[in-house]
């Protein structure tokens, strides 16, 4: 069975940092298009970034640039969100998504197949 297992949530105080893990089991993200996203309750899920299986395409947006990082560990095999100097708008559950780049041509993340089930990120203080 192929599954994504977020880790690295929890509680922190604002101005805080955390490091996000995205970890592949059931096979390796070598060939995936990961794209991590966050949920808040009562409101959609929306897209914090999407990296291509090379890294050669790596997307955040512009509101995030400077505090949200993405990282491929090659050899952990993992995608890793690291947040900084974190906000209480910050908070929410943090998903982790892949989907196969095919003959290794990227698509970006609009239609990821494999999804975690999350881990949830706090900011307060």
């Known amino acids: 069975q192929l599954r994504l297992v977020e880790s690295g949530g929890g509680s922190v105080q604002p101005g805080g940092s955390l490091s996000l893990t995205c970890v592949a089991s059931?096979?390796?993200?070598?060939?995936?298009?990961v794209g991590w996203y966050r949920q808040v309750p009562g409101k959609e899920r929306e897209r914090i970034s999407c990296?291509?299986?090379?890294?050669?395409?790596?997307y955040l947006p512009a509101s995030l640039v400077g505090r949200f990082s993405v990282r491929r560990v090659g050899d952990k095999g993992t995608v890793d969100l690291r947040i900084r100097d974190l906000e209480p708008e910050d908070s929410g559950t943090y998903y982790c998504?892949?989907?196969?780049?095919?003959?290794?041509?990227?698509?970006?993340?609009?239609?990821?197949?494999?999804w975690g089930k999350g881990t949830l990120v706090t900011v307060s203080s």
């Open positions: 059931g096979f390796t993200l070598e060939t995936y298009t």
């Open positions: 990296t291509s299986a090379n890294g050669d395409f790596s």
């Open positions: 998504a892949a989907v196969h780049e095919v003959a290794g041509v990227y698509k970006g993340c609009g239609d990821m197949s494999i």
